[in-house]
């Protein structure tokens, strides 16, 4: 089974900068993101897959940045201009089987915070 391990989060002031990391274990085809904080309904934020075709949620848009390292078997997400109401626990996830779909998590990262605040 491939494991997924994250990190990068912490705390931003609104209009800075995170990165975080997704390291996988094994062989994955798509790897992405979701975020979720509490009372609130999970939300897909980024995609990205093996032929490096990248897919966003509108609400991040030009904001975020998704990418990937071969030689680490890592993904990243790039997160820029950060407002209040990207605080969440982000969680990767990935695709181990086929059909790939973009948003289907096989596997899941074990979740980081971010928290924009001033």
């Known amino acids: 089974q491939v494991q997924l391990v994250e990190s990068g989060g912490g705390l931003v002031q609104p209009g800075g900068s995170l990165t975080l990391s997704c390291a996988a274990s094994?062989?994955?085809?798509?790897m992405g993101w979701y975020r979720q904080d509490p009372g609130k309904q999970r939300e897909w934020v980024a995609a990205i897959t093996s032929g490096r075709n990248t897919h966003y949620a509108d609400s991040v848009k030009g904001r975020f940045t998704i990418s990937r390292d071969n030689a680490n078997n890592t993904r990243y997400l790039q997160m820029s201009s950060l407002k209040d109401e990207d605080t969440a626990v982000y969680y990767c996830?990935?695709?181990?089987?086929?059909?790939?779909?973009?948003?289907?998590?096989?596997?899941w990262g074990q979740g980081t915070r971010v928290t924009v605040s001033s």
């Open positions: 996830y990935a695709n181990l089987r086929r059909p790939i779909e973009i948003r289907r998590g096989d596997c």
């Open positions: 094994g062989s994955i085809s798509v």
